[in-house]
Structures are given as structure tokens and as C-alpha cells.
């Protein structure tokens, strides 16, 4: 175990914002002292290249935020995720850890709703970890001591809020490291949308970005995440949700980017009737490596939950899937289901699935199903039967594969991006199989 020692009380300290954030930020760097870097040997980091991390590859951005009127210009890629969704409510672009731009129409300021830098929001620190409480790993705890500039979206009690709200972080600079956080607060019997586009320039970086999703009684949220960072960031994610009575969550990723880009999704069911559907769909190539680890905890009764995640793995890529389902013992009539699904396109292509069931009460239903293997070789010889040609064959049945995940995006109008981008990759593919 490596001690971890890149992110100091003394740095922390120097990062902008109000004081309770700055002395939150210090107490959550002294505790890191504590910490070390995870090893293979947990189950939890079983399969992953953590021991290839080297952390002092990488130096926190430090300095002050931009100030929003200055920041005119935005960098290429983030204007396009911009533009990908014209018809939105709200947006925030944050750059290397700092908000650099933000739409919040009047309507929304009047009804209440939030949406922008955290530090600035009355209801920031009450805000700021209610959902992910004790962090539940070492990066969790990095990204407490050293995110730059918090995002708040707070939907108020009784608001539908029509039209996505749209978050874009981008990373421009090299060898950095990034520690993005977003807090996603949707009050009881509210409604929103949020697209969390994260990108980056061909840079070198590390990204530890925390999401929290905190859904309120009767409250919906549709959330999607869409990874697409450069082929040399690292990326190890936290996404944890909080769903309360009689509340549904909806929680899509996709994931295209990065060396190593890992996501931990902890959905908590802890109101009666609680509902918390998780979907994915990830496609790696050349020597990617996209590790998933999922944690649906049933804490309340009549809860359900859904998880149908599906990857394809090309060229020497390799993917890890591990999920569990947790029924605690006062969440009787649970109902909760776990699928990943996984295409193996290439020999030196590798997938790992591990699905576990953690039952504590016997009034459940409950089921797990994992799969890795090539294309279907009946699929493929009905199409070239008729007439299809091999390499076309095996696009459409790999694109085929994806459109269960794809026809349930909450932002609709970003599933056609998606789709081009992965049939991008299987034209790569087709090529490289014809010149060799």
C-alpha cells in the first residue's frame, strides 16, 4: 500500500471559496494522511489497474475561479456538447475544475431552481455531501479535499423543470488533476433532467469526478452521464444516489473515453416505493480498460430496482463489471433485477462479469444474469445469408445489441451522437481487419 500525500492540508487550504468550504476541504486532506491507495487484493478494486496509478504524474489545479463574464470563449469540445442540446433549460461549463460559464433563465431563478456554483448557493453546505456521507473509497475522500468549484443543481419542492439542464466538464491542461463534483437536489414531487457530458482535450490528466444524486418523495430524476475523455486521462468516478419514498431515479451512462476510466454507482433506496433504474452502455478499443462497479442497496420495503448494463470490447480492451444487490432486513417486498450483457469482437479483447446477490429478508425477488461472448454466429449468418457483407453484418447486429440501452436515453437527442460515435469505432474496426 502506497501512502497518499499529493493533496495537503496547506494545499487545500489554498483553494478559493467561503470558509466553511475551504475548512471542509482541510479537515477531508488531513484525514487523507490516513489513507493509502487501494490494492487489487479488495474485491471491490479486483480486476482494475490501480496499482498502475502513479499519483505524482498528476498536480491539483490550484488559483482562483475565473470570473463567469470574462470566460466568453469556451474550449471547442465543450462548445460542441453545448450544441448537441440546443433546446435546454440551464447549462454550466466548467473547465479544469472551475465553472466557467452558466445559463439560468429567469423563469427558473423565479420558481426557485438553482443552478450553478455551489459556494454561492445558500443551500451549498447543507448540500455538499448529505448524499455520499463517509466517503466510500479513497477518491471520494480526494475529491472532498480538493474540489475547486462545486456544481448545484436544486430543484425546489413541487417544480417540473421542462427541458434538460446540461453539465459540461472539460479538461484543457496536462498532467493535472481534477476533482469535479456535482450535487444534484430534486425536492419532493419535483422533476428534472441532467446531462453530464465529460470530456477533455488530448491531454494527460487524472480525473476524480463525484456526482450526487439526492431524490426526494415523489420526485423524479432522469440522469445521463456521458464519458468520452481522452485516450491518455484516467479517470475513477463516484456516482452516489439517495432515492426516497415513492421516488424514481433514472441513471444512464455511456462510456466511450479514457486509458483507464472507472465509474462506482451506489444507488440507496431508503423510502418505501422507492425506484432506481441503471443502465449503461460502454465500448472500448485499442488498450482501453473501462471498469463498472455497481452497489444497488434496497434499505426500505416495496423498493425495486433495474440495472441492465451492455459493452463490447475490441482490438486488446478489456472491461470489468462487478454489481451488487444488497437487500437489508427491513426491505421486504424488494424487487431488483442485474444484467450485463457483453460482446467480445476481438481475440485479444478481454471482459469480466461478476454479478452478487447480498439477501437479508426472504420477501424479495430478486435475479442476476452476466454474459461475455463473440457476436452470434446465427445472427450473422441470417444477415450474410441475405445478402449482407460480413463486416457490415457485425455493425448492424453490435448496433442492434446497444439500442436497448440507447432507446432509454433521458436526453434523446444525444443518442444518435452516441450511436455515430460507436459505429465510428466499428468502421475503425472493419478497416484495420481489412488491411491486415
Not at 74 to 98: K, Q, T
Request: proline share 6%; net charge negative.
Amino acid at each position: 500500500m502506497v501512502p497518499l500525500s499529493t493533496l495537503t492540508p496547506e494545499l487545500a487550504r489554498t483553494l478559493p471559496g467561503p470558509s466553511w468550504l475551504v475548512e471542509r476541504r482541510v479537515a477531508a486532506a488531513a484525514a487523507l494522511e490516513r489513507r493509502a491507495l487501494p490494492s487489487t487484493d479488495e474485491e471491490v478494486w479486483r480486476y482494475s489497474r490501480i496499482a498502475d496509478l502513479e499519483l505524482d504524474d498528476f498536480a491539483p489545479v490550484t488559483g482562483p475561479v475565473p470570473s463567469l463574464p470574462d470566460a466568453a470563449v469556451l474550449p471547442a469540445g465543450a462548445r460542441a456538447a453545448l450544441d448537441a442540446v440546443p433546446e435546454r433549460a440551464a447549462a454550466v461549463v466548467v473547465v479544469d475544475g472551475a465553472v466557467v460559464h452558466v445559463e439560468h433563465g429567469d423563469e427558473l431563478r423565479a420558481g426557485g431552481v438553482t443552478v450553478g456554483r455551489l459556494a454561492g448557493a445558500g443551500a451549498g453546505a447543507e448540500a455538499l455531501g448529505a448524499v455520499t456521507g463517509e466517503p466510500a473509497d479513497l477518491f471520494v475522500a480526494h475529491n472532498d479535499a480538493g474540489t475547486r468549484d462545486p456544481v448545484l443543481i436544486d430543484v425546489p419542492a413541487g417544480t417540473a423543470v421542462a427541458g434538460p439542464v446540461v453539465v459540461v466538464s472539460w479538461v484543457t491542461a496536462d498532467a493535472v488533476e481534477v476533482n469535479d463534483r456535482l450535487v444534484v437536489r430534486v425536492g419532493e414531487a419535483a422533476e428534472v433532467t441532467v446531462l453530464d457530458w465529460q470530456g477533455s482535450d488530448d491531454v494527460s490528466a487524472l480525473c476524480l469526478p463525484v456526482v450526487e444524486l439526492d431524490v426526494a418523495a415523489a420526485a423524479h430524476l432522469r440522469y445521463l452521464s456521458v464519458q468520452e475523455r481522452g485516450p491518455q486521462v484516467w479517470q475513477i468516478a463516484s456516482q452516489v444516489s439517495r432515492v426516497g419514498r415513492d421516488a424514481t431515479l433514472v441513471s444512464v451512462q455511456a462510456a466511450l473515453g479514457g486509458s483507464y476510466a472507472r465509474c462506482r454507482a451506489d444507488c440507496r433506496l431508503v423510502g418505501r416505493g422507492a425506484t432506481g433504474n441503471l443502465s449503461a452502455i460502454y465500448f472500448g478499443e485499442r488498450d482501453q480498460m473501462l471498469d463498472f462497479r455497481t452497489f444497488q442497496e434496497h434499505v426500505a420495503p416495496d423498493t425495486t430496482s433495474n440495472l441492465l448494463f451492455k459493452g463490447a470490447v475490441s482490438d486488446t480492451s478489456q472491461s470489468v463489471y462487478t454489481g451488487l444487490i444488497k437487500v437489508d432486513k427491513a426491505a421486504r417486498g424488494t424487487n431488483a433485477f442485474q444484467t450485463n450483457r457483453n460482446l467480445k469482437l476481438s481475440d485479444g479483447a478481454w471482459a469480466e462479469s461478476v454479478p452478487n446477490l447480498e439477501i437479508e429478508n426472504n420477501d424479495v425477488r430478486c435475479s442476476h444474469a452476466s454474459t461475455v461472448g463473440p457476436v452470434d454466429d446465427d445472427q450473422r449468418f441470417y444477415l450474410e445469408s441475405r445478402g449482407v457483407p460480413p463486416e457490415v453484418a457485425e455493425r448492424l447486429i453490435v448496433l442492434g445489441f446497444f439500442r436497448e440501452v440507447l432507446d432509454q436515453f433521458p436526453v434523446p437527442q444525444v443518442a444518435p451522437l452516441l450511436r455515430d460515435r460507436i459505429d465510428a469505432r466499428l468502421g475503425r474496426r472493419a478497416r484495420q481487419e481489412q488491411e491486415s
